[in-house]
């Protein structure tokens, strides 16, 4: 158990609709980080937050969006869903930023299955 | 941007010792990372490597040489539980690009 939490572990919506996951960091950690891990690929970095501010931004579509709230939980907002948004979405979380060679701990994950 | 390159699948016996290679184009990173992940599970970190040279880590083992953009995973005395996928990351600094990931399959 890494301690970062997700919720829903699987989730199963229709095209169009929109979907929110959440993620509450290890305690201690002011970084989360979303990755999108589709069938058979690699973690596709989404976007990363450091105490409640966007710090970096990868390849995330302009139909999904994050946020930090103060307690440090993160939610990452996947709207007007298309069957190709269906993977894996982790969350992540670090003490501070990775370059200081922190280690990042990745949650369960979320199933979303698009139909 | 940045960009990183592994092998798809690698096969190894048990016992044996296997090396994932890692090659990367990039215009600056802080460090080189390795992480593990089992099929349906979370990836797990597994070493990480700041500078130039070797790190050792029980059976696992990393290497970085920043001129040649190269790094590996060295797994000795393989058991059927290594068998997973294994990610080398580039570590930014606020945020990690994983390469699209190694399958090892060890064989009794």
């Known amino acids: 158990d890494s301690g970062v939490t997700q919720t829903p572990k699987h989730l199963i919506t229709a095209t169009g609709q929109r979907v929110t996951l959440r993620c509450s960091p290890r305690?201690?950690?002011?970084?989360v980080y979303w990755y999108q891990q589709s069938l058979d690929q690699g973690l596709q970095f989404l976007i990363q937050?450091?105490?409640?501010?966007?710090?970096a931004k990868g390849n995330i579509l302009e139909r999904f969006s994050a946020q930090q709230f103060p307690d440090l939980h993160s939610e990452l907002n996947l709207s007007s869903l298309e069957l190709g948004d269906s993977a894996l979405y982790f969350c992540?979380?670090?003490?501070?930023?990775?370059?200081?060679?922190?280690?990042?701990?990745f949650g369960e994950g979320s199933w979303l299955t698009v139909v | 941007g940045q960009s990183l390159e592994q092998p798809s699948e690698v096969t190894a016996v048990e016992g044996a010792i296997v090396q994932i290679n890692c090659t990367y184009q990039?215009?600056?990173?802080?460090?080189l990372s390795w992480y593990q992940q089992h099929d349906g599970g979370a990836p797990t970190f597994l070493s990480y490597?700041?500078?130039?040279g070797l790190e050792e880590t029980g059976r696992f083992s990393s290497f970085l040489s920043r001129s040649d953009s190269y790094g590996y995973l060295l797994l000795q005395e393989l058991q059927m539980k290594d068998s997973a996928s294994y990610f080398c990351?580039?570590?930014?600094?606020?945020?990690?690009?994983f390469g699209a990931g190694t399958r090892l399959t060890v064989k009794p």
């Open positions: 490597n700041a500078l130039d």
């Open positions: 305690s201690g950690d002011l970084s």
């Open positions: 990351a580039l570590t930014n600094n606020n945020d990690m690009r």
């Open positions: 990039t215009s600056g990173f802080y460090g």
């Open positions: 992540a979380s670090s003490v501070g930023g990775p370059s200081s060679g922190n280690t990042i701990y």
């Open positions: 937050y450091y105490n409640g501010e966007e710090r």
